[in-house]
């Protein structure tokens, strides 16, 4: 304890921790104290109330130039398993989630060189028109960055051209991890972590919230973890845009990072709450909410998660293939049911919201 009295003390006065506090805490061992301070500002932060929502995953293709060596979704033109939905194949997959009562749908796909922006246009405009109850939440920061350069067009017009046809808000990935030196050794050929702030720092300007995610637990260093959490703040505190932080673990399996040997077993349960309990500390109130994406971490490690800082614990999904062509072995779908039993059970209060986190229900 006495390690940490000093970043305690801050704690105790609600002040920000900084980059050395950072590190002193992602050295320790002492993983139930450290719990225990995120544990204390997630309740003055948000409350008892974890939330959840009702949503589901569609993954347009996964055709990619990006070709990052830590995924094992992407596929080339013509590769066995390779595959680009059509707009009506999406429209399908809405069609079944909201007879399933699905208020979000989450859309990402890959960096596909034959798909036309008028793909993405009318991909949003057919889904807003048809299902106007369901949020469109679509397209990470790295989706956005190459359709304004291989359009020609400013990632400001891309943007409002999307919003125009329905687009309500971006997810948080490509974030990856933002040290140049690290991200150009795991994904070279995807944007920078620079520019990747850059696309969400205007989508902020323009009105449309966002995520925010990290990849750990491939070859990045805890100094890049602190860095990677600090300069989300930095840019949370001029536009307040981003509406969750999400920590991402690594699954290594079918990956190059693996068949490399830089990466036989990724993060350990002891990481993924460290890193949680941190994201927390660090953050300290400038985003809310800490989401444990069960899909990554587990369901019963996402339960424990919320004694570690996190109060979102990510949604029903309904449709998963990028963590699960990497070896995940969650479910492809959690019953909202389930979701509120395992959110009980951790001592917690059930909360459905909306994508831009207003409350729907409360399951007391």
């Not at 590190?23 to 959840?52: W, Y």
């Not at 687009?167 to 991200?183: D, F, M």
């Amino acid at each position: 304890m006495e390690e940490l009295s000093a970043i305690i003390e801050k704690i105790r006065a609600s002040e920000d921790l900084d980059f050395e506090d950072g590190m002193h805490l992602l050295e320790s061992r002492n993983l139930s104290l450290i719990g225990a301070l995120a544990d204390h500002v997630r309740k003055k932060t948000v409350g008892d109330r974890v939330m959840f929502v009702t949503n589901c995953h569609i993954n347009y293709s996964n055709i990619c130039t990006s070709k990052c060596s830590f995924c094992a979704y992407f596929r080339e033109e013509g590769q066995n398993g390779a595959f680009t939905l059509t707009i009506d194949e999406i429209l399908g997959k809405a069609e079944k989630a909201s007879k399933m009562g699905a208020t979000e749908l989450h859309i990402v796909g890959s960096l596909n060189p034959k798909l036309t922006f008028e793909y993405y246009e009318e991909m949003l405009r057919r889904l807003h028109e048809e299902y106007p109850e369901m949020s469109l939440k679509a397209f990470t920061a790295v989706e956005i960055a190459h359709l304004a350069e291989s359009t020609g067009m400013s990632v400001q017009d891309v943007l409002l051209n999307f919003k125009k046809a329905g687009l309500a808000s971006l997810p948080g990935g490509g974030g990856e991890i933002l040290n140049q030196e690290t991200r150009a050794r795991v994904c070279p050929h995807k944007i920078s972590g620079m520019r990747w702030l850059e696309v969400m720092e205007t989508a902020h300007e323009l009105g449309i919230k966002s995520n925010a995610t990290m990849l750990y637990g491939h070859i990045e260093t805890i100094s890049d973890i602190v860095d990677h959490i600090l300069r989300i703040r930095e840019l949370q505190k001029r536009t307040g845009g981003f509406q969750a932080f999400i920590p991402l673990r690594f699954h290594p399996d079918n990956t190059e990072l693996q068949k490399s040997g830089l990466v036989r077993f990724g993060a350990t349960g002891f990481d993924d709450l460290k890193i949680i309990a941190v994201s927390r500390l660090l953050l300290n109130g400038y985003i809310s909410n800490i989401k444990t994406y069960w899909v990554m971490m587990s369901e019963k490690l996402a339960q424990v998660a919320l004694h570690y800082g996190a109060n979102d614990i990510d949604g029903t999904v309904m449709e998963e293939r990028i963590t699960h062509a990497a070896g995940g072995s969650t479910p492809e779908y959690m019953p909202k049911e389930r979701l509120i039993h395992l959110i009980k059970n951790a001592g917690r209060i059930p909360a459905e919201r909306k994508t831009n986190y207003e409350v729907m229900r409360v399951y007391n």
